[in-house]
Structures are given as structure tokens and as C-alpha cells.
């Protein structure tokens, strides 16, 4: 089964190479950029990453769901940023 990694992101240029780094592993990864002003998406497209804009979305709900509609994979992950998947989640 494919696994899309999703990750909501907004202003975060400072964590998005180590968070995207960390799952290099997962067979999809997709950033939700949620109204960056920073270069958040332009560093997780230089990664590898998709980006997708969350235009005005602002629910925690909606975002999720956007995720949801535009992964390809059967299982989700959600991560933000600020947070580090460890080895032992591979």
C-alpha cells in the first residue's frame, strides 16, 4: 500500500528541509502550504516535494481534508512542520 505524507505548512522555511528529510521514506509527500510569505514552498519543491496552495482554507478540517483529496495514497500521515518522524515509524 502507498503512503502520502502531508504536511501543513505556513511560514515555515526554518523546519521544512529537516521535517521533509525525515520522510523520505514515504511514497508521496505533499506540502499544504497554507498563506506562506516566506520561501516555505519553494524549498520543499526544491526537495522533491508537491506543493499544493491552501488558498484561503483556514479550518483544521478543511486543511485536512484538501490533504486528503489530493493524496494518491492509501494510508495518510499528517505532520506539521515542527515535527520530527523518528526511525522506528519507517
Do not use: P
Request: proline share 0%; hydrophobic share 40%; charged share 25%.
Amino acid at each position: 500500500m502507498k503512503l502520502t505524507a502531508i504536511i501543513i505548512a505556513k511560514n515555515e522555511e526554518a523546519r521544512i528541509s529537516q521535517c521533509l528529510s525525515l520522510l523520505s521514506w514515504a511514497d508521496e509527500i505533499l506540502v499544504l502550504d497554507n498563506g506562506s510569505t516566506d520561501n516555505t514552498a519553494g524549498i520543499a519543491k526544491k526537495i522533491g516535494a508537491t506543493v499544493i496552495s491552501a488558498g484561503n482554507e483556514r479550518s483544521f478540517a478543511g486543511l485536512h481534508n484538501l490533504g486528503k483529496q489530493k493524496a494518491s495514497g492509501q494510508w495518510l500521515l499528517y505532520v506539521y512542520a515542527d515535527e520530527r518522524v523518528t526511525k522506528e515509524l519507517e
